[in-house]
């Protein structure tokens, strides 16, 4: 038989198509979203695409997004919103109006608000309206504000801010089109997701070489040209190695470090002293340098000098001072840097790492690019060219959850930076309004001064403090805020700690709260440290019998984990069916030659009693009456809801959340007044807008007088001064210097060690905590997300899901042998904390002194609208339940929190286990399912576009 | 028994670059929503939110680690129906509803007379056809299409869905019975090959296999250093010790 049939190839993919911003990760993608009738008359999603012309996707969408479909259409969506009838946990709610939700809230808040504000923790996770539940929490007044930077990336982001004014991912990104070497830490498949992958098939197609630093070998370490399986927790190591290379071989950028870092400044060296350590500065406050060309001292911030990078000089007040470049080669060409003491360490040979550095050294110096474009420099001097060192980095999760990630993180930077490849043609390029000041002058706000009932906050929460002036501490010295930020404990906290809150306000260490409110974070399940501990915190009961946390606020679109521990839902809608707002003055989404933000807008009603959370807020601002949500008159300032907020919000007068389309006429960028059709711009756009920046501003940033006057114009900066690089940071000895006895704020005894050593003005490496405070426990544990579920939950997304459904611990072939186990055996994973039992599979391309699994695939019984015998709740398991929030007792029997000692960054990654086999099946901890009474039946099969196919009725 | 065309005009098909593939799985599930209410509506999914989920998906992809002469390392291999000159899939269906196009060389199903036999299932060697239990028909890659000349949607993105999302780049589609396209020349330069070539099926589309990792290492002559003596240190700050002006 032959015969092609006659089929329809020209159909129509839907009715309509509507353009928003994905909301799978942290991405932000531009989507096209295709919506079609079915025979009931009802609009349902039928495909949802990249949209070609978005900054971010170019067109592209990841498996996740591309999925999108199932997880609007999830069984698992919260549906009204509900009061909790049962105990904790127990999953009994009652649904309730909105009218009465708000209520109940408001009469919470508003109580704490007249009383004690600090009594509230608002804290929200994966959010992408920080601007603005940041203002809230400013205007209400309470300390205890942050989202979830904490755990996440706040090593990264301070390391980079303190260094050179920009970071990883959202501030920056490697020039893809030019770069020609390329390095990649600790990114497994995430962070970020279609642009890395969009930019290494660039790197790949050009033939430019990729070197992946990870101890894992899948994703993008798989198809790295060069894979460097380092042990855990010691890329500082690694890198403060190749740094040695460079120096020992005198392959540095000297002319870049002269102009653009600090290199030449001069560092007081005066023992014992207040100032030692700090820079000498001049009668105005300038830092000095030696000046050759005058053969006298001058200014560290001028041109036309030619300040010398080596020598110890006398000051004029008798005091010696040394460069920053002499101490950091001093520092780094010690023998405890040399390849050959590294290799065992690190586990990379003293080989591969003299010929990565010289690689490195190779294509930054004899491959330069020249391109031929004109700038001028911040002095005002004219360039004919730029010059560029094409050898790029990008670093994340590896780097960031340790707890010596500020200062690894720090070094990756001062190595691009010594190969004067920052912000240059091939290199390291900032993303607009980076690159701020190093530090940015942001400073932390909520020191106990600033707590008054029913008063706002005087600024915003979070920041960079410059030294210990800038902490938030009450009178006694003590932590102003419930995760201990800003406090001796985490002095340059920027992201807050929201990984401490729960188990702090169950404790009542720093001090007890009334209401916790969080939006977005799965704080019961994986997003919490300890979760057997975490859960105990939340259930805890006081003497008389009422729960230590007295009243839970919880908003989130799924029934998630943690829903069953709240009193209060308040559900959120999808993606789909909400208006977002992505802000310049929170994440930006900008290009490094295009400025830009974007909205979500609803392209599909909701079918439920849900609300956008950021609408629920806007309105709970109103019900408070809190400053800045009322109008004088006490009627509400933006009475059209989140939109309403979107368009006519100004931070600074013409400043608001979003750039374009500003000014009556909607002819202004960037500043301009309120304009009503904004949104409706944006909708026409694609949800977006970009502001082209010019080709002779789009390199150099730090010191390019073209961009820095145009940064001031569009109010994207702050000061015309250029950015001068921190290769040593002043703010770190600053703290030290408190530590040392010096100065009006002083830290605890116990405090002294931890802060003397860890605030060190140049980066070194440390071994992380848990492993120099725990024994036996010789394998390191982390794990990594896949990339389908990167910064999502997959777990009720039907296709998802039937990629992975379960994970396995991936272990070394070696260890199998070692402990005699084989694929799918299972065994019990020990960590200081606890243990969980879990089935393995072997690998070669693993550091053989770790394992590793898939994150957040192991759910809880009766969550996410999963059945009981789910593989992700019978198999799937967590290595949360092992991280401790808590480091074991170290000198003085004070536990600190698991973190980075100078960020307050969550640890994650230093877990150290042990490894035994197991005699029976099945994952253990196995928790008491979670209650799910008012849930309606999974179905059993999706037939999902066979309505499109049945004829019209 | 089906009969296969005599010739196509074109072959349509695939490229895939398992140089560039991280395995994302994003031409997955972009083919499982084009198609799941496109020509082969709906790719139904057993136990959606239970304890074994199993739906149809025409596109898959396997990770997994090598270790031979060529490659050593984790592959990231993408598979779905390879539109084979000479598939045995078509000639041992029974009905005709497994049919290959003359016109661009595409391998489809008929749903309307497919018996849901498994015949050509079980003839496949490469496991590309894909069982719909609910419908009770077989389902494969229908290289889009009903996107591909669909004068509904732009020019540029006539294309499978899997090769739109793609973020990578790893995925090609166009003509490979033309020597000239962008394709074919691709699959010349990178020595492209087939898919277990010895069973002799012709598969249309192709893979494109890691490129060598020494070609991308840079070449650095070894260059004498300077005599001078002293540390490491004394000679950095004597090298640094020149003129730098700002």
Redo the contacts between chains.
Sequence with gaps: MTGSPEIETSAPVGDEMKQTTCYMCACRCGINVHLKTGPDGKQVVRYIEGNRNHPVNKGVLCGKGSAGIMQHYSPARLRAPMKRVGPRGSGQFEEISWDEALEIATGWLGKVRKTDPKKLAFFTGRDQSQSLTGFWAMKYGTPNFAAHGGFCSVNMAAGGLYTFGGAFWEFGDPDWDLTKYFMLFGVAEDHASNPIKIGIGKLKKRGAKVVSVNPVRTGYNAVADEWVGIRPGTDGLFVGALIHELFRTQQIDLDYLVRYTNAPWLVIKDPGAADDGLFARDGDGNPMVWDEAAGAFGNGKAAEIRPALTGTRELPDGCTARPVFELMAERYLGDNYAPEAVAERTGVPTEQIRQIAAELAHVAFKEEIVLDRPWTDWAGRKHDKMIGRPVSMHAMRGISAHSNGFQTCRMIHILQILLGSIDTPGGFRYKPPYPKQTPPNLLPHGAAGDIKPELPLGGPHLGFPHGPEHLLLDGEGQPNRLDKGFSWDAPISAHGLMHMVINNAATKDPYGIDVLFMYMANMAWNSSMNVPGTLDALTAKDDNGDYVIPKIIYSDAYYSETVPFADLILPDTTYLERYDCISLLDRPISEPELVADGIRHPVVKPDRDVRGFQEVLIDLGARLKLPGFVKEDGSPMYPGGYPDYITNHERKPGIGPLAGWRGEDGDKSCVGAPNSDQIDRYIENGAFFGLHLDPSHAYFRFANRGYLDWGIEKGIRLSPEPTIMQLYSEPMQKFRLAALGHGERQPPDRARDRIKTHFDPLPFWYAPFEEQLTTGFPLHAITQRPMHMYHSWGSQNAWLRQITAQNRLYVHTSVGVEIGVQDDDWVWLTSHIGRVKCQIRLMEGVNRHTVWTWNAIGKRRGAWGLSHDAPEVKEGFLLNHLISELLPKGGGGYRYSNSDPLTGQAAWFDLRVKIEKAESAGTSPLFEPLGEDAWPERPETLAFGRQWKEPAE | ?????EKTDKSLGLVIDL????????C???C???N????S???????????????A?LNRVH?Y?V?NDHWK????FPRSCLHCETPDCVTVCP??AS?K???DGIV?V?P?TCIGCKLCSWACPYGAREYDY??GVMKKCTLC??R??????PE??RVP?CV???????RAFGDLADPNSAVSQNVAARDGFNLLDEFGYKPVNKYLP??K?S????Q?AAEP?AETTGS??E???A????????
């Design positions: 028994m089906t009969t296969l065309p140089d560039i593939c991280v395995g994302c799985h994003a997955v599930t972009s499982k929503e084009w799941t209410g496109g020509y509506a709906p790719l139904t999914d057993q136990e959606p939110y239970g304890a074994d989920p199993h739906g998906f990770s680690e270790d390392g984790t592959v990231h009905t005709g049919y196009r003359e016109e489809l008929n309307d609910d419908e299409v009903d591909i000349y669909n004068e509904t949607i540029e993105d869905a739109k999302a793609c973020p990578t780049g790893a890691p490129r990792a070609d991308r290492t840079p650095i250093q490491a240190l000679k950095l700050f090298w640094a010790d020149r003129a730098l002006s700002r």
